[in-house]
């Protein structure tokens, strides 16, 4: 008995020093993956708010929303390859060969990884089927704000801004802002209204040398100050010129038309009431997100195995492209789903199917050793 107790203290002893070298791996290849997937995102958005399409204040909140979504897309493939990483450097320092040595195969590491196994089961669950829709939720709301703002609001001091819709189009300029005062200065603005059925169209230009955006009776206007307003071409027998000291200039008459909330951004509890093919994809997306970690994980240790000849990196790479075909297979079942009509989708358009077929490969891998042992002994009795 106290062999026993020494055996399982001594287990337990090496699933904390695997748990402790695949969280410290997980953290290093976490934040190298986050960083290059949230850099290139990040770069989209301030190219937007360079732009004048969205404004500069929200762009960190989009990106704060957006972290789930990264998360739950980063976290199976950090583990994955933390589990590559460290069990492929046990095998090359021939840590493995003395645990085999010690009765401990594949099935005990299996059971040393049932802890981190399920916490990133769980996280990625949390981020799929509930943060990850409200964050989708909030940004689309935040774009859509944003969309819905004036040209004048987005306004940068030395750029052009054009913003238009059906009706018209708007196009403003200020050479420099008052920042003691918070005052534009040199300012310019067309604005364009298309030609209808009521009458041709018109343009109206404004210079005026500063303006200063202000708040009246709950509607935002320009308070433009020592300008001059022109209205049609020049040589037109309408055209107009009119000298002012001060105008109002009423911001957000160019408003975007509100849009339905997109499928991704619904929560999953909803999508279980709804129908629809896209509904459909959505749901079997997010569950395979679920499936895919612990599925990989256990694929992983099989695939991690080497001999202290070959390098803890030698099947890193073919194990990370079996990786990327297996997501790559769900992203096109998910966008052939969302495309064919709900009334001709068929049995074979599912997720499922792709799940078996994985889950068979990882039994395969996990057997591979008495695989080649059955084929050799087969060889053996063929050729007698």
Same mark, same amino acid.
């Given at each position: 008995?106290?062999?026993?107790?020494?055996?399982?203290?001594?287990?337990?002893?090496?699933?904390?020093?695997?748990?402790?070298? #695949?969280?410290? @791996?997980?953290?290093?290849? @976490?934040?190298? #993956?986050?960083?290059?997937?949230?850099?290139?995102?990040?770069?989209?958005?301030?190219?937007?708010?360079?732009?004048? +399409? &969205?404004?500069?204040? *929200?762009?960190?909140?989009?990106?704060?929303?957006?972290?789930?979504?990264?998360?739950?897309?980063? #976290?199976?493939?950090?583990?994955? &390859?933390?589990? #590559?990483?460290?069990?492929? !450097?046990?095998?090359?320092?021939? +840590?493995?060969?003395?645990?085999?040595?010690?009765?401990?195969?594949?099935?005990?590491?299996?059971?040393? $990884?049932?802890? =981190?196994?399920?916490?990133?089961?769980?996280?990625?669950?949390?981020?799929?089927?509930? /943060?990850?829709?409200?964050?989708?939720?909030?940004?689309?709301?935040?774009?859509?704000?944003?969309?819905?703002?004036?040209?004048?609001?987005?306004?940068?001091?030395?750029?052009?801004?054009?913003?238009?819709?059906?009706?018209?189009?708007?196009?403003?300029?200020?050479?420099?802002?008052?920042?003691?005062?918070?005052?534009?200065?040199?300012?310019? &603005?067309? %604005?364009?209204?298309?030609?209808?059925? %009521?009458?041709?169209?018109?343009?109206?230009?404004?210079?005026?040398? !500063?303006?200063?955006? *202000?708040?009246? %009776?709950?509607? @935002?206007?320009?308070?433009?100050?020592?300008?001059?307003?022109?209205?049609?071409?020049?040589?037109?027998?309408?055209?107009?010129?009119?000298?002012?000291?001060?105008?109002?200039?009423?911001?957000?008459?160019?408003?975007?038309?509100? !849009?339905? =909330?997109?499928?991704?951004?619904?929560?999953?509890? +909803?999508?279980?009431?709804?129908?629809?093919?896209?509904?459909?994809?959505?749901?079997?997306?997010?569950?395979?997100?679920?499936?895919?970690?612990?599925?990989?994980?256990?694929?992983?240790?099989?695939?991690?195995?080497?001999? =202290?000849?070959?390098?803890?990196?030698?099947?890193?790479?073919?194990?990370?492209?079996?990786?990327?075909?297996?997501?790559?297979?769900?992203?096109?079942? !998910?966008?052939?789903?969302?495309?064919?009509?709900?009334?001709?989708? %068929?049995?074979?358009?599912? $997720?499922?199917?792709?799940?078996? /077929?994985?889950?068979?490969? *990882? /039994?395969?891998?996990?057997? +591979?050793?008495?695989?080649?042992?059955?084929?050799?002994?087969?060889?053996?009795?063929?050729?007698?």
């Amino acid at each position: 008995m106290p062999g026993t107790e020494t055996g399982a203290g001594q287990v337990l002893i090496l699933y904390r020093y695997i748990n402790r070298q #695949l969280l410290t @791996t997980t953290i290093v290849v @976490t934040i190298v #993956l986050m960083m290059v997937l949230v850099s290139g995102r990040f770069i989209k958005y301030l190219a937007s708010a360079a732009t004048g +399409e &969205i404004a500069a204040d *929200v762009l960190f909140l989009v990106m704060l929303y957006r972290l789930p979504e990264f998360l739950q897309l980063i #976290l199976p493939l950090s583990v994955f &390859i933390a589990v #590559l990483l460290v069990l492929g !450097r046990m095998y090359s320092d021939s +840590e493995m060969a003395v645990l085999r040595s010690g009765g401990i195969g594949q099935s005990g590491i299996l059971r040393g $990884m049932a802890v =981190p196994a399920a916490v990133t089961t769980f996280l990625v669950g949390l981020f799929g089927l509930y /943060v990850t829709p409200y964050g989708e939720t909030e940004v689309a709301r935040l774009l859509e704000e944003q969309r819905g703002r004036s040209v004048l609001e987005l306004l940068t001091p030395g750029r052009f801004h054009s913003r238009g819709d059906k009706s018209g189009t708007r196009t403003a300029y200020a050479e420099s802002l008052n920042r003691e005062e918070q005052a534009l200065e040199n300012i310019f &603005i067309s %604005d364009f209204r298309y030609a209808g059925e %009521d009458g041709p169209g018109m343009l109206v230009t404004v210079l005026a040398g !500063r303006g200063q955006v *202000v708040d009246r %009776d709950g509607i @935002t206007y320009l308070h433009l100050q020592q300008g001059h307003q022109y209205q049609g071409a020049p040589g037109d027998p309408d055209y107009r010129r009119v000298e002012f000291q001060e105008a109002m200039v009423k911001i957000g008459e160019e408003r975007a038309v509100s !849009r339905p =909330p997109k499928v991704r951004s619904l929560p999953t509890m +909803e999508l279980l009431t709804m129908q629809g093919a896209d509904v459909r994809a959505e749901l079997q997306w997010r569950l395979s997100l679920v499936l895919l970690v612990p599925m990989m994980l256990i694929a992983a240790v099989p695939l991690a195995k080497v001999s =202290p000849r070959q390098g803890r990196f030698n099947r890193l790479f073919p194990a990370l492209l079996t990786y990327l075909f297996y997501v790559g297979l769900l992203l096109v079942m !998910r966008s052939r789903i969302s495309k064919t009509p709900l009334d001709q989708l %068929d049995w074979h358009h599912s $997720m499922v199917w792709i799940h078996l /077929v994985v889950l068979l490969l *990882v /039994v395969l891998l996990l057997n +591979e050793h008495r695989l080649v042992l059955m084929l050799t002994d087969w060889r053996r009795r063929r050729t007698a």
